[in-house]
Antibody
Framework: QVQLVESGGGLVKPGGSLRLSCAAS????????MTWIRQAPGKGLEWLSY????????YYADSVRGRFTISRDNAKNSLYLQMNSLRAEDTAVYYC??????????????WGQGTLVTVSS | YVLTQPPSVSVAPGGTAILTCGGN??????VHWYQQKPGQAPVSVIY???DRPSGIPERFSGSNSWNTATLTISRVEAGDEADYYC???????????FGGGTKLTVL
């Protein structure tokens, strides 16, 4: 069964850091592009970043470039999102998703269940 | 690149829901659709404009023409009530773009 499970969310103060993890099972992570997407409370979906199967290609949304870093460890079947300089507007549920289209044709299936990040003093 | 979706659509059970996603020359892009029920993660219902992932009923169909992509849900059921998002990849900005979402209400 193909599954993604995020972890690492929680409450953090503005300016703080957090590292999210996404554990994949039921498929070989190294065969796929992967992506992070978030959803602020009561809002729509916002794409954040995707990473190629080998990690050689990475793109970020303007809202997180320079603050967030996507990475992967294919040997551990895991995807990560290092989030620095967090702001209140980063408060959201963060989803990882498998990218079935790859560069230029990205679409996502499945998605993890999400992990909540709350940035507040 | 901006994708425009109506905030809400209502349909009676058994009817047909037509959800639109507007974008400049969107016909030149691959459009993907996701369903998100309250408290759950999104689920893909249409990819590459009109393909259905395994397990998605044939009642869900998609099309893409000129400046509007469309998700059509036939014989709507109460369980189809959800938020629906369209998504494309924009080569100009090298960004993935989501529409703002449409809340489908089954009356």
């Amino acid at each position: 069964q193909v599954q993604l499970v995020e972890s690492g969310g929680g409450l953090v103060k503005p300016g703080g850091s957090l590292r999210l993890s996404c554990a994949a099972s039921g498929f070989t992570l190294g065969d796929y592009y992967m992506t992070w997407i978030r959803q602020a409370p009561g809002k729509g979906l916002e794409w954040l970043s995707y990473i190629s199967s080998t990690g050689s290609t990475i793109y970020y949304a303007d809202s997180v470039r320079g603050r967030f870093t996507i990475s992967r460890d294919n040997a551990k079947n895991s995807l990560y999102l290092q989030m620095n300089s967090l702001r209140a507007e980063d408060t959201a549920v963060y989803y990882c998703a498998r990218d079935l289209g790859g560069n230029c044709c990205n679409w996502f299936d499945p998605w993890g269940q999400g992990t909540l990040v709350t940035v507040s003093s | 690149y901006v994708l425009t979706q109506p905030p809400s659509v209502s349909v009676a059970p058994g009817g047909t829901a037509i959800l639109t996603c507007g974008g400049n020359n969107i016909r030149n892009k691959n459009v993907h659709w996701y369903q998100q029920k309250p408290g759950q993660a999104p689920v893909s219902v249409i990819y590459y404009n009109s393909d259905r992932p395994s397990g998605i009923p044939e009642r869900f169909s998609g099309s893409n023409s000129w400046n509007t992509a469309t998700l059509t849900i036939s014989r709507v059921e109460a369980g189809d009530e959800a938020d629906y998002y369209c998504q494309v990849w924009d080569g100009g900005s090298i960004h993935v773009i989501f529409g703002g979402g449409t809340k489908l209400t089954v009356l």
